[in-house]
C-alpha cells in the first residue's frame, strides 16, 4: 500500500519560488517504476492538474503554468518535487500529490494535501 | 486544452434517491473518463476510471457509463455517506482536465 505525504511551506510571499516535496512511503516501493503528480485546488474551486514525472522520467506540464513548473523525483528518498517561481495570490491553493496508475491517467492515491497561502 | 463541463453544478437529493450526474467533453475523448469523489476537507478519491470501471473497494451503487462527448455518473440508491462534491477528468490529451464539480446534498 503506497501513502503520500506532502511537505512545504505554507506560506510564501509574492514573486518567490514555492517547492513541495512528496513522499512515498511503501514496502519494496521503488519510484523509478510509479509515474506521480501535481494537483492544486484553490479554495472553493475546482481541481487543476499541474504536472507529471513518469517512471522513466519523462516531464510533462500544464501548458498554463509550464514557464513555472518544474517536476523532480529524488530516487533516493522516494521523493518527488515541485518547484513553482514567481508565486502570486492566485497561486493560493491545496496542492496534492498524487499517484497515478501506469498506462491509465486515473490518479488512484492522493496525499492529503497541503495549504499554500500566498500573501504579502 | 479539452473543456469538462458538469451537470448540474449542485443537487440536492433524497436518500434512497437515484443520482445522476452529466460530464461533458469539448471534443471526442473516446472513453478516457475518471470520476472522483472529495468529501469536505479531505483529498478526492478515485471512484470509476475508464468511464465505467468501478475502482477496488467501491460500493457497487456507483456506475457510470458513456462515450466520446457524453457521460454520465449514476449512484443507484444514495447514501447519506455519499455527501461530497463529484469530479469528472478527462485522460484523452494532456494536459488532463476536471470539470468543475457537482456538489451533493442531502434533502
Known amino acids: 500500500q503506497i501513502t503520500l505525504k506532502e511537505s512545504g511551506p505554507t506560506l510564501v510571499r509574492p514573486t518567490q519560488t514555492l517547492t513541495l516535496t512528496c513522499t512515498f512511503s511503501?514496502?519494496?516501493?521503488?519510484?523509478?517504476?510509479?509515474?506521480a503528480g501535481w494537483i492544486r485546488q484553490p479554495p472553493g474551486k475546482a481541481l487543476e492538474w499541474l504536472a507529471l514525472?513518469?517512471?522513466?522520467?519523462?516531464?510533462r506540464y500544464s501548458p498554463s503554468l509550464k514557464t513555472r513548473l518544474t517536476i523532480t523525483k529524488d530516487t533516493s528518498k522516494n521523493q518527488v518535487v515541485l518547484s513553482m517561481t514567481n508565486m502570486d495570490t492566485v497561486d493560493t491553493a491545496t496542492y496534492y500529490c498524487?499517484?497515478?496508475?501506469?498506462?491509465?491517467?486515473?490518479?488512484?492515491?492522493w496525499g492529503q494535501g497541503t495549504m499554500v497561502t500566498v500573501s504579502s | 486544452d479539452i473543456q469538462m463541463t458538469q451537470s448540474p453544478s449542485s443537487l440536492s437529493a433524497s436518500v434512497g434517491d437515484r443520482v445522476t450526474i452529466t460530464c461533458q467533453a469539448s471534443?471526442?475523448?473516446?472513453?478516457?473518463l475518471n470520476w472522483y469523489q472529495q468529501k469536505p476537507g479531505k483529498a478526492p478519491q478515485l471512484l470509476i476510471y475508464g468511464t465505467s470501471n468501478l475502482e477496488a473497494g467501491v460500493p457497487s451503487r456507483f456506475s457510470g457509463s458513456g462515450s466520446v462527448t457524453d457521460f454520465t455518473f449514476t449512484i443507484s440508491t444514495l447514501q447519506p455517506e455519499d455527501i461530497a462534491t463529484y469530479y469528472c477528468q478527462q485522460y484523452h490529451t494532456l494536459p488532463y482536465t476536471f470539470g468543475q464539480g457537482t456538489k451533493l446534498e442531502i434533502k
Open positions: 498524487v499517484h497515478k496508475r501506469r498506462k491509465l491517467g486515473a490518479f488512484d492515491i
Open positions: 511503501a514496502s519494496s516501493l521503488n519510484i523509478n517504476e510509479v509515474d
Open positions: 471534443q471526442d475523448i473516446g472513453n478516457y
Open positions: 514525472i513518469y517512471w522513466d522520467g519523462n516531464e
